[in-house]
């Protein structure tokens, strides 16, 4: 299986905004919905911060909602994720990877991640 890849992460100062990009095979990305999920330094699981389905509908989680806008480009078999208003919480690596939205799961493989850092 293809991994996915990441790419569009950074240092950023707290307020600002940067957009990851994530471009996956198309035997993925048209069957499955798609999630962008983080692990902060130290923490050893990834949590899902948010998600679109095939059709568009879209999960964040309570900690994003209203900063981070993902969408997909299913032309491009590619995801996004637009991330405004930035914390130094936010500061992780993020990854991209097909999701189970019945029990918000990842699928398959991960890539390689993009880090994200923002500072106070």
């Known amino acids: 299986q293809v991994q996915p890849v990441e790419s569009g992460g950074g240092l950023v100062q707290a307020g600002g905004s940067l957009r990851l990009s994530c471009a996956a095979s198309a035997s993925i990305f048209n069957i499955y919905a798609m999630g962008w999920y983080r692990q902060a330094p130290g923490n050893l699981e990834r949590e899902l911060v948010a998600a679109v389905s095939t059709n568009g509908n879209t999960y964040y989680a309570d900690s994003v909602k209203g900063r981070f806008t993902i969408s997909r480009d299913n032309a491009k078999n590619t995801l996004y994720l637009q991330m405004n208003s930035l914390k130094p919480e936010d500061t992780a690596m993020y990854y991209c990877?097909?999701?189970?939205?019945?029990?918000?799961?990842?699928?398959?493989?991960w890539g390689q991640g993009t880090q994200v850092t923002v500072s106070s």
């Open positions: 990877a097909a999701t189970r939205l019945a029990t918000m799961s990842p699928l398959g493989s």
